[in-house]
Every structure is written in C-alpha cells, then in structure tokens.
Nanobody, 123 residues
Framework: VQLQASGGGLVQAGGSLRLSCAVY????????VGWFRQRPGQEREGISCINKHDGFTYMEHSVKGRFTISSDNARNTVYLQMNSLKVEDTAVYHCAARSSSWSSNQANDYDYWGQGTQVTVSS
C-alpha cells in the first residue's frame, strides 16, 4: 500500500491550495482516509477525514469553513481543498489510510502514511 501526497507549496495568506492524496494497492472503498498536519515544534494533528462508504466527513474546528475534503473513487484519490489560508496553516501535511470503513482524526488509528507535502503560507 502506498500513499502519495502532493499539491503543497508557497502561497500568500488568503490564498488557496489543493492537496491530493493518491492511494495505491488497496481496495479503496474499504478504507478511510485522513489528513494530518505537523506544524513546526508541534505534534501531528488530525484536521480532516472521510468515510468512503457513506461520505461522512470531519473537519477540525480551526479549518472548518475554509478547508474541504472530497474523494474521487475512480482515481483512488482524496483531496483537501484549502481556502483562505492563514500563516498558522504552515505545516507539513500528511495523508493516511486506515483499514476500516470508519475514519478517525487520531493518528494512531491509521495504518498507512504518505510522505508529506510542505505548505507554507506567507504574510
């Protein structure tokens, strides 16, 4: 199983980025996917996740209303659309998959991790 995260970069505050997480090697509909980020000097935090079987999504309160998670089953890819970015959103963003239909915002619940993509928001 491999996860490949992409789409990070440098953007000004107020701008947008779309992260992609391509999942290879699993029966995609049987898995849940989450997005996590690790800001400098801080622990990894769960910010969003999606249930594949029913489309239920979770957004952490600091990104709710600005970020949106979605999935494309045909492409085995999950997206994180990030709008109205703030300097405090600067972090390495990781996607992860777990062998359950039910998603979670806890990193320990995930079995497979991508390599991370850097998001830097300048003021």
């Amino acid at each position: 199983v491999q996860l490949q995260a992409s789409g990070g970069g440098l953007v000004q505050a107020g701008g947008s980025l779309r992260l992609s997480c391509a999942v290879y090697g699993i029966a995609f509909d049987d898995y849940a996917v989450g997005w996590f980020r690790q800001r400098p000097g801080q622990e990894r935090e769960g910010i969003s996740c999606i249930n594949k079987h029913d489309g239920f999504t979770y957004m952490e309160h600091s990104v709710k209303g600005r970020f949106t998670i979605s999935s494309d089953n045909a492409r085995n890819t999950v997206y994180l659309q990030m709008n109205s970015l703030k300097v405090e959103d600067t972090a390495v963003y990781h996607c992860a998959a777990r062998s359950s239909s039910w998603s979670s915002n806890q990193a320990n619940d995930y079995d497979y991790w991508g390599q991370g993509t850097q998001v830097t928001v300048s003021s």
